[in-house]
Every structure is written in structure tokens, then in C-alpha cells.
């Protein structure tokens, strides 16, 4: 068996220190890499992606909504025009500070709210389609597991990984919990672990509200600003290679 894990990671901005990339990029087999729209400024990301190549770790955009302030957690209603041009912009940057620290971009990983909100909404989702397709369409997208997003891309002529949250809780209906919400977050390596394994292993979770549902994902998620993601991220990783499940990335 084999599982890529990833992180949200670039993300500290000028004097603000967002999360320890160094130490993740040491777990981790793909990085999702801030773009400059939710966070990270480019000095940082350029550190970031060195560090990557020089781990042989795989990079993709982790492109968002323009909000700096919000962290790229707020929902916004965006013309099409301008979300899929913003979209184009910040893979274009990410992809020229790559070449300059000798890697590419893989992938693309859209962030926080603009993640969730073309999980389901079409017309947001055709944007960011309609973005990777008029960069070529080579480029990987990751998308929830389970999200209508996933079919509306592969019918675009896109490949799409589907992708699982080490530490987020579920809805019965396969969705994320609310970060709104009590228990939203997951912190317990132990729990978080043994539901990683059982996603791996039946392809199922437990919902908050203790029902089974189905994830089937090729990718798992350890978010780099949680508290204690590095612990987390290495306690998921030590405890896949004792099972034997190989840590590696989605894009050969």
C-alpha cells in the first residue's frame, strides 16, 4: 500500500511566523505552497520551495482568495473573470519562484474557503477549471474526497486526486466540519493516527456524530498551522511504515 501526505506550508508572512515548513518538508512527500493571496511573501516561499527540492519533495499551488487578513478563510463571491485570472496569477508566480529554486509545480491545491466552495459550487469550481485548462491542463488538481468537484474536473479532461484531513473531523455526509464548531479540529495523535490507518486500510472514518462514512482518498492532509503538526505529521508517518504503507507522491 501506498499513501501521499501533505501540508499547507509557505504560509508565514514577513515578521509572522506561520507553522515549521523545514520540519515538515522532512515528513511530508508533497507540499502545498502558499502563493501570496492567503499568505506567504516571497522570500519565505522561495525558502520554502528550496527546502522542498532539496528534500526531493513534490510542490504544488495552494492558491486562495485574495485575503491576507482572513487567512483565506472567508467566503467571497468573485466574478468568474476575475477568480480564474487570480487563479492563473498565482500558479504563474509560484511556477517562476520553482524554476528559480530548480523544481516545478505539479499540482494545484486551492485553499481554505475557495477549497471548500468549489467542492460543491459549480460556477466557482468551472472558474478554477477553466484556470488549470488554460495553463495547459497538466497540471494535478486535489479536491475533496467525495466533492461533486472531483466529476465536474475529470469531465474537464482534468487529473484529480481526491484527497483526506488527518486532522479534521467529518459530516455524515463526507464533508468537512465547520471550523465554526466544536471538535472541528483534531489533536490527538493517537485518535488521529488510528483514523488515518482506517481510512488507508477500509476507506471509511467515523463522523462527529459517530456514524461510518465512506473517504476514498490518495492523498491525507496534515495542516502545517495546526498546533503540533510536525508531531502529528511524524507520528502519522512512522506508524504507515511500520504497517508497511509507503509514503510517497502522487505525481511520479
Not at 100 to 109: D, E, F, H, L, W
Not at 114 to 136: C, F, M, P, S
Request: glycine share 10%.
Amino acid at each position: 500500500m501506498k499513501m501521499d501526505l501533505n501540508s499547507d506550508l509557505g504560509e508565514s508572512f514577513g515578521a509572522w511566523r506561520m507553522g515549521d515548513d523545514a520540519a515538515m518538508l522532512d515528513i511530508v512527500s508533497s507540499a502545498n505552497v502558499a502563493c501570496g493571496f492567503h499568505a506567504g511573501d516571497p522570500a519565505g516561499i522561495l525558502q520554502t520551495l528550496r527546502e522542498a527540492k532539496a528534500r526531493n519533495v513534490c510542490v504544488g499551488a495552494h492558491v486562495a482568495y485574495p485575503d491576507l487578513v482572513g487567512f483565506g478563510r472567508r467566503n467571497m463571491d468573485i466574478a468568474s473573470s476575475d477568480l480564474t485570472a487570480s487563479v492563473i496569477y498565482q500558479i504563474g508566480a509560484l511556477q517562476g519562484l520553482a524554476q528559480a529554486a530548480g523544481t516545478s509545480v505539479r499540482y494545484v491545491k486551492p485553499h481554505g474557503a475557495l477549497y471548500n466552495k468549489i467542492a460543491q459550487d459549480k460556477r466557482q469550481a468551472t472558474d478554477v477549471i477553466n484556470a488549470l485548462k488554460e495553463l495547459g491542463g497538466t497540471l494535478v488538481l486535489v479536491a475533496l474526497a467525495g466533492a461533486p468537484l472531483i466529476g465536474w474536473a475529470r469531465d474537464a479532461g482534468l487529473t484529480v486526486v481526491a484527497e483526506a484531513f488527518a486532522d479534521r473531523a467529518y459530516t455524515p455526509g463526507g464533508e468537512l466540519v465547520s471550523r465554526t464548531l466544536d471538535g472541528s479540529v483534531l489533536h490527538n495523535e493517537k485518535h488521529i493516527t488510528e483514523r488515518m490507518l482506517q481510512l488507508v486500510g477500509e476507506g471509511t472514518l467515523k463522523a462527529i456524530d459517530g456514524s461510518t462514512v465512506r473517504i476514498e482518498a490518495d492523498s491525507i492532509c496534515v495542516h502545517g498551522d495546526s498546533p503540533g503538526a510536525v508531531s502529528i505529521a511524524r507520528s502519522l508517518r512512522a506508524r504507515f511504515e511500520q504497517e508497511g504503507i509507503a509514503i510517497t507522491p502522487f505525481v511520479n
